[in-house]
């Protein structure tokens, strides 16, 4: 409900329709569906006694998953972070670079890039014989859980996952960091007041999201020995695959002043019809 709220907002308003809004939505967007791909069917095993799901259910399961957590490490650090750098560090040109055109093709290349990435670990995993009794010790299709299955030396396909998980966390998460350092020393050069106050507000949202996000999958996935503790894999999977999500329309409603306004008169619109409604 609450990213629903952002998207229907941004939809509503023309005053809404920037750049940073039209990204805030499509971030939104992509939450719902990073949601949607795991969560029902975790709902579905806790209520069913059988708890089983398909084959092709489970890789599909791994890839829209994992492709979308891929998405939203590049629409955070490369598409945000860009979009605060020129408005803070080069605010005479962000109208002529920023336009709605390149807007539309950051969003394009988030989700493209994300779900390119996951083809080879899905190919991979696909050819990998799995043996009995095929029970995978996760309320998801990771990674780590599937390998675990498998009936053959998995070293090379968990090197070559490994690779490419590091490489969208590593390179996202330095660009990010290179990104606010510019804009950061940007900001102390300017005289106390309530433009500095704005840019640190701005910035402590999004870096609050990309902190979130980028530190829980680094303790998942990159830090050393975390293999060794399937309880700790499971408590961090399921804050960055439900917590986020969550905390991601807390964060930025309460950041953006536009945003609260929008909200504050569609939830106005919306208990006036309710209590029309109750008078009929």
Known sequence: MGNTSIIC???????????????????????????????????????????STSYAGCLLQFYFFFSMCAAEAFQVPSVMSFDR????????????????????????????GGFLCLLTPLTLISQVPFCGPNTIDYFLCALA??????????????????????????????????????????VLQVAPGSGRHKAFSTCASHLAVACLFCGSVMVMYVSPGSGDYPGMQKFVTLFYALATPFFNPLIYNFRNKDMKEVLEKILNVLLREISKGFKS
């Open 9 to 51: 907002a941004v939809w509503s308003s023309w005053k809404l329709h920037t750049p940073m809004n039209i990204l805030l939505a499509n971030f939104s967007f992509l939450k719902i569906c990073y949601v949607s791909s795991d969560v029902p069917k975790m709902l579905a095993n806790i209520i069913s006694q059988t708890k």
């Open 145 to 186: 859980p599937l390998l675990a299955l498998s009936c053959a030396s998995v070293s090379g396909i968990t090197l070559i996952c490994g690779i490419i998980s590091s490489l969208i966390i590593f390179l996202t998460f330095l660009y990010i960091l290179g990104t606010y350092f510019c804009v950061l020393s940007v």
């Open 85 to 112: 750098f020129l408005d803070i560090c080069r605010p005479l040109q962000y109208p002529t670079i920023m336009t709605h055109r390149l807007c539309a093709w950051l969003v394009v290349f988030c989700w493209t």
